[in-house]
């Protein structure tokens, strides 16, 4: 898209209507059980293309289909005759079918095996290389978020903390939140791993219904003092086009 999704007005986040399209969490349970591959990629043709006859929505369908490596006899089949990582393919390959502009993917691996993973996050990595679309990826793996995301935005009960280049954020956290959530990402080492664990901080967040006053992470902040809990803290520029919201980040630089 050329621009940051959050400098959008809620205008033009409305002028995407037709051009944003949804991967979702559950490779099954996203697809209609009655309806077959080639009947499931096509729908949206159906739908916002219906001027296309027969002939253009089954060579669209196929060539869909091929872009996202699904062979051509498994057209006629159905979600449950499919593997997850399969029925995964058949959900991006119904995203992609109208060319969208911004293809949003809702925890899109965190259901799928390690090696399906990899090969779904590569599949991904593709498409926007050859499309040019925008992707906008939500997850809980860092690890995975690095490999695939520019920009990364970090978020606290629904709160943005912290928006940063990739790089940036993986080498110089800004936010006390974005620093605990790196220092608690596992590492395959014995003699590393013990004391990583023994400093992850204890006890549950409060709750989104009810989250606390000022900055949403005071609570279980080590840096927080009483401004955090008087003031909601600013959405402030931290270089480069980076942003944080955090009273003191200048002090924890």
Do not use: N
């Not at 037709?18 to 949206?44: A, C, H, K, W, Y």
Request: proline share 8%.
């Amino acid at each position: 898209m050329g621009r940051d999704l959050l400098a959008l007005r809620p205008s033009e986040l409305r002028s995407l209507r037709g051009e944003l399209q949804i991967v979702f969490q559950d490779p099954l349970g996203s697809l209609d059980p009655r309806m077959t591959v080639s009947q499931i990629v096509g729908e949206p043709l159906r739908v916002h293309r219906p001027q296309l006859d027969a002939q253009a929505r089954a060579q669209a369908i196929a060539a869909m289909l091929r872009r996202v490596e699904l062979g051509a006899e498994l057209s006629d089949r159905y979600p449950h005759e499919l593997s997850g990582g399969q029925c995964q393919r058949v959900g991006i390959a119904r995203g992609m079918i109208l060319q969208p502009r911004l293809l949003v993917c809702d925890e899109p691996l965190s259901a799928l095996d390690g090696p399906t993973q990899r090969e779904i996050l590569t599949l991904l990595e593709r498409l926007r290389r050859e499309s040019g679309l925008s992707l906008l990826f939500v997850s809980h793996d860092l690890a995975l978020v690095r490999r695939l995301c520019e920009r990364v935005l970090v978020l606290y009960l629904g709160t943005m903390m912290e928006l940063a280049r990739s790089e940036s954020l993986y080498t110089r956290p800004r936010h006390p939140y974005t620093r605990e959530l790196l220092a608690a990402v596992p590492v395959a080492d014995p003699d590393v791993q013990p004391a990583r664990l023994e400093r992850t901080r204890a006890g549950e967040p409060p709750s989104p219904l009810a989250p606390p006053s000022g900055c949403v992470y005071r609570t279980r902040c080590p840096h927080a003092l009483g401004i955090c809990a008087e003031r909601v803290p600013e959405w402030q520029e931290s270089g480069a086009g980076d942003r944080v919201a955090c009273h003191r980040w200048r002090e924890l630089v």
